[in-house]
Nanobody, 122 residues
Framework: QVQLVESGGGLVQAGGSLRLSCTAS????????MGWLRQAPGKEREFVAA????????DYTDSVKGRFTISRDDAKNTLYLQMNSLKPEDTAVYYC???????????????WGQGTQVTVSS
């Protein structure tokens, strides 16, 4: 059983930056494809970014390309999401997810974290 704990959320002004972290325990972190998803009030959960087990392949939703960077440090069992040039529409609860059998998607993950709130003021 893998436990995922997110941190790093908070309140930031538009144009600012935040770095989210997700620390994993209870499993072999390097065995999992990892990803970040988010859910804004009144909206469905959406895919934000994903990274392969090796760390060599990444993918982003179009709205964050060029602003967000996903990375992983297997020695620290930690996933990161560097978020720059934040916009009010990035406001959401951000979740990290782990999947052993394939790419993390909006509806496919073996394990989820509890989420961390990101609020971007205009």
């Amino acid at each position: 059983q893998v436990q995922l704990v997110e941190s790093g959320g908070g309140l930031v002004q538009a144009g600012g930056s935040l770095r989210l972290s997700c620390t994993a325990s209870g499993g072999t972190f390097s065995n999992y494809h990892m990803g970040w998803l988010r859910q804004a009030p009144g909206k469905e959960r959406e895919f934000v970014a994903a990274i392969s087990r090796s760390g060599r392949i990444t993918d982003y939703t179009d709205s964050v390309k060029g602003r967000f960077t996903i990375s992983r440090d297997d020695a620290k069992n930690t996933l990161y999401l560097q978020m720059n040039s934040l916009k009010p529409e990035d406001t959401a609860v951000y979740y990290c997810a782990a999947n052993n059998g394939g790419w993390v998607t909006r509806s496919r993950a073996d394990y989820w974290g509890q989420g961390t709130q990101v609020t971007v003021s205009s």
